[in-house]
């Protein structure tokens, strides 16, 4: 990132304002085990994770399985008939099952398929935030963890800063704008927000303010402007009172070169492991996506530098109302594919690190149960959300396909039912990286929707 953009990125964020000190390593984390940290990855649009994780073809025609895949045909491309849906099925899928209920997972998807056998993804079935099918609604009360806000309350605080502010770290923005995700409570107004707790960070090997590298000439043209802009603001800073608003622009150059050094010469340090340098060479379809991975394995290597608690992805476009195979699978591939984005990221990690990390995996609300004219499905309320980690219990927390959907079929505009409100979800998380922070994460939690027999509470191992 060049100066200027950083500049920009650290006004937008609020960090040329008073709240500075999260640039800072100066606070410990309190009572957070150490090294916890959450991956937090938004899949904006309203993804039909039914297409990822669909139920057993069964040639039963009063079957889930026979009458799923007959009302999902169009979505998936194929045409209507049974053997179509059975080689679909047989060809497409990795057979998987929970409990005695037969599920699939993309055969593109291959990591998934592994980590889920070595019991380390938890689906979470039934899952909902905001229930208004409006993305725009629905992506703010996810970003926000809060079913309780309205269209119009943008004011309020993510559910990503309030668990940073319990854990006493950051919340590290790896987009490239901070998502409302990121943002902290405001002690004096908590229906209000700050950034506080906030680094923008879209690329951390572009993070620190130029500087020459060792050895360069020093007669090259951006060491001259590098040195004529250092001595420019230490002579500012001894020119101007404390109490000049001025003197906080200025004061910033010192901080920002303060905090971005440290970091530059530990990336120095810390080659770009090939598996994630691959990404961005033609290994995902989304370069920008390939580029958050780096981030976050680079965010992890400073994680005591940013004080790192929480971080922030995204991988948009998920609206997929016509032609779903072309625009859903690849990016499912891109996600969970073997040598893919979470497969690199892993296999560059240390034990230690792998172990730390869990990663929330959603979106702004599910499709409906039958495909649509144009092979794709429309806004639904209901979906499945993804936890994934070396120290997740894995397997199905919830109904994965329950029976009552299939009276629905014929309903104008048949949805998954949002059983489980993301308060228990997000929350359970939260205890994992903060023990006991839950309720001051999501206070509305005990209030919150739970779907019949479903234990958050053995999430984790």
Request: glycine share 10%; hydrophobic share 45%.
């Amino acid at each position: 990132m060049k100066r200027r953009d950083f500049l920009l990125n650290a006004l937008a964020a609020g960090a040329l304002g008073a709240g500075i000190s999260p640039l800072l390593p100066a606070r410990a984390r309190a009572a957070t085990p150490p090294g916890r940290v959450l991956v937090n990855v938004m899949l904006a649009g309203g993804p039909d994770l039914r297409h990822l994780l669909p139920p057993a073809f069964n040639p039963d025609p009063a079957s889930f399985g026979y009458r799923f895949w007959q009302a999902k045909a169009a979505a998936h491309a194929i045409g209507d008939t049974p053997a179509a849906w059975q080689a679909r099925w047989d060809s497409d899928y990795f057979h998987e099952s929970f409990g005695g209920t037969g599920f699939g997972i993309r055969s593109s998807c291959g990591w998934l398929r592994q980590f889920w056998e070595d019991g380390h993804v938890a689906i979470i079935a039934n899952a909902v935030g905001a229930r208004t099918r409006d993305h725009a609604h629905c992506i703010m009360v996810l970003d926000q963890g809060n079913v309780t806000s309205g269209p119009l309350d943008f004011q309020r605080p993510g559910w990503g800063g309030r668990l940073a502010k319990a854990a006493g770290g950051n919340v590290l923005a790896l987009t490239t704008s901070p998502r409302p995700f990121c943002f902290s409570p405001d002690p004096a107004d908590p229906e209000h927000h700050l950034t506080d707790a906030l680094i923008a960070a879209p690329d951390m090997r572009d993070l620190a303010l130029f500087a020459p590298a060792p050895g360069s000439s020093p007669l090259a043209s951006q060491a001259r402007i590098a040195r004529s802009l250092s001595s420019y603001y230490a002579a500012k800073r001894g020119d101007l009172s404390r109490e000049s608003i001025y003197y906080r622009f200025v004061d910033m150059e010192r901080k920002l070169r303060e905090f971005g050094e440290p970091i530059a010469a530990r990336l120095a340090a810390t080659p770009v492991p090939p598996a994630i340098a691959a990404l961005s060479q033609g290994g995902l379809t989304d370069p920008g996506f390939a580029l958050q991975i780096r981030n976050v394995h680079d965010a992890l290597a400073c994680g005591d530098i940013l004080n790192l608690a929480v971080s922030s992805l995204e991988y948009n476009g998920w609206d997929s109302h016509r032609n779903q195979v072309a625009l859903i699978e690849r990016k499912l591939a891109d996600l969970f594919g073997t040598g893919k984005a979470f497969d690199a990221l892993y296999q560059s990690l240390s034990p230690a690190a792998a172990a730390s990390l869990v990663i929330v995996i959603a979106g702004e609300f599910g499709r409906q149960l039958r495909a649509n004219g144009d092979g794709g499905t429309d806004h639904g309320e209901g979906n499945d959300m993804l936890v994934i980690g070396k120290r997740v219990r894995g397997g199905v927390y919830g109904s994965l396909f329950p029976e009552a959907e299939l009276a629905r079929l014929g309903d104008p505009s048949p949805q998954v039912e949002g059983l489980t409100e993301i308060d228990h979800i997000f929350g359970a998380v939260s205890d994992w990286v903060v023990p006991g922070s839950s309720l001051t994460v999501f206070p509305r939690r005990p209030a919150a929707r739970l779907e019949a027999g479903v234990d958050l509470s053995t999430l984790f191992a």
